[in-house]
């Protein structure tokens, strides 16, 4: 969508839902009670607004601090509640973190160091550019990964054309720079903080089911990494076979990336020590809780407390952060590793769009609009379970090629869960699947930041997206389907024939 239609589409939209959610107010058209219709017309203009931009995507999100006591759903205290709890918190200190490799360089010199690791044949490459990208988007922003790869893959390509010739490359340079998006889109999915869908889906889940117990970091990862392994390799070899060079050795590529590793030098004592609280930082995230692996019981390290239920992620990524601002850096005296000014360039944006979700999530449990929608999908309780985890994360992954993922998972998530009440099936049997989903949108340059920053190189069309795109997102969706299916339901204690207590309401 070019700019000036963009413009338009947004003019029209800052006039249009505000319409129809008046007129949703005024005649409710559902027939339902005035708190449901109200919340109804509260979710079509957030959602309207959202998926439009027809304002900033921000400013959307603190709307429920307007609509919801206005409508008389839920008081200006609670809704305010939600913008600020221990999933954001976890956002802001793991991106404080990244901020910090920023500022001393640590993530290049990661990036070089595990591009040394591979060797020099194409597909090596190859791989190497998506391990890179997807193991810094495990702990980074999925934009600024991509952010940061982007030049150092173009550098990479200006020699490879140098070495071969432009025509050799012109189909390989494509199959590289896709391979960074879908990577970061792929690690992402990995870890809790690695992209804002997955903390999302942990806050709402808090939020519609408080009694629960809130989805651990140690035991997503462990369900994660599968995940991740089998799509990232099968990406490496999509990619490859699609856009296969006509050169098979690159003699000089090792030697180049040793080059540029050797010119940014020894490691400093700022580097060593980030890395070291980075490396802190996951295992803490890891082994706070005990890890069940089959029949052995590693227990957490919370358990050292008196009150481990009080010891959240949020607090290990704060604690952290803070840590970075009061340890002083070695070559640069009167300063700390972490300043102020850089952390200023925390994305706001983000974090209001988590508080306008979460709100959104709780308004529709209080208004009723959760148990109305699933009360209506009580015909479907015959239906296999797994054909709507597999339904689901079909719509999710292809609705998200138009839309924001962050943004549709708020808005889909209290719809899924009133499906999982209504089908009399554990919650997150459905949710989990669903939010990994929206993670899983390869074919478009709108569908994720990071498939917009490398489409805005200009050395790839939108064509060149949407076989490869389309191919990894039917793969996506079956291998997040079966994984929760295999090993999934072990993990986090699904039993398809008991509705768990927390979740009855």
């Known amino acids: 969508m070019d700019q000036a239609k963009s413009n338009k589409l947004a003019r029209l939209s800052r006039g249009l839902f505000p319409l129809i959610a008046l007129s949703i107010v005024v005649f409710n058209p559902v027939n339902t009670t005035p708190e449901i219709n109200r919340m109804i017309a509260a979710v079509v203009l957030m959602a309207g607004w959202w998926i439009s931009e027809a304002v900033p995507i921000a400013i959307t999100s603190l ?73 810094l988007s495990m702990w980074m922003s999925n934009t600024a990964t991509a952010i940061l790869m982007l030049p150092i893959a173009i550098s990479v390509i200006r020699e490879l054309e140098h070495l071969h ?35 999302a889906l942990v806050a709402i889940f808090s939020n519609l089911y408080p009694e629960a117990e809130a989805l651990s970091f140690s035991t997503w990862f462990i369900f994660a990494l599968p995940v991740y392994i089998i799509l990232l390799s099968t990406a490496s070899v999509v990619l490859y076979y699609i856009f296969k060079p006509k050169f098979e050795t690159v003699g000089t590529f090792r030697k180049y990336v ?46 050292l407390f ?26 640069k005296k009167g300063q700390q590793l972490m300043d102020w000014e850089t952390s200023l360039k925390l994305p706001w944006e983000i974090i209001l769009l988590f508080g306008g979700g979460f709100a959104l999530a709780r308004a529709s449990v209080e208004s009723g609009l959760t148990l109305w929608i699933g009360e209506g999908l009580t015909q479907y309780a015959g239906i296999p379970p797994l054909f709507f985890i597999g339904i689901n994360t079909f719509l999710m992954a292809f609705l998200t090629e138009f839309t924001s993922n962050v943004s549709t998972t708020q808005i889909l ?20 699947p669903v939010t990994m989903a929206s993670s899983l949108a390869f074919m478009l340059p709108i569908a994720t930041p990071p498939n917009a920053i490398v489409f805005g190189s200009g050395l790839l069309h939108i064509k060149d997206m949407i076989l490869p795109g389309f191919i990894l997102n039917i793969l996506g969706i079956v291998v997040v389907t079966l994984a929760m299916y295999l090993w999934g339901m072990n993990l986090f204690e699904i039993d398809l024939a008991v509705f768990p207590e927390w979740a009855q309401r």
């Open 63 to 135: 709307l429920p601090l307007v609509l919801f006591p206005l409508f008389g759903i839920m008081n200006g205290g609670t809704t305010a509640e939600q913008y600020f709890n221990d999933i954001i918190f976890l956002f802001m200190g793991g991106f404080i973190l990244s901020l910090a490799m920023e500022k001393w360089d640590l993530h290049l010199k990661i990036a070089f160091r595990t591009l040394l690791l591979f060797g020099s044949k194409p597909y090596r490459i190859l791989l190497g550019f998506m391990v890179t990208s997807s193991i």
């Open 165 to 199: 010739g432009k025509e050799k490359m012109k189909r390989f340079k494509i199959g590289i720079l896709l391979g960074i998006a879908y990577a970061c889109s792929i690690g992402g999915i990995t870890t809790l903080i690695g992209t804002p869908p997955n903390l």
């Open 258 to 303: 040793r080059t540029e590793y050797q010119k940014m030098g020894r490691s400093t004592s700022e580097q060593k020590i980030i890395m070291g609280i980075f490396l802190t930082f996951a295992l803490l995230l890891i082994t706070r809780n005990d890890l069940n692996i089959i029949d052995f019981t590693l227990p957490g390290w919370s358990n």
């Open 306 to 331: 008196k009150t481990p239920s009080f010891i959240k992620d949020g607090t290990v990524a704060i604690s952290l952060a803070i840590l970075l601002f009061v340890i002083p850096s070695v070559n």
């Open 413 to 432: 998530l209290p719809v899924v869960s009133a499906m999982s009440d209504s089908l009399m099936i554990n919650p997150k049997f459905l949710m989990i």
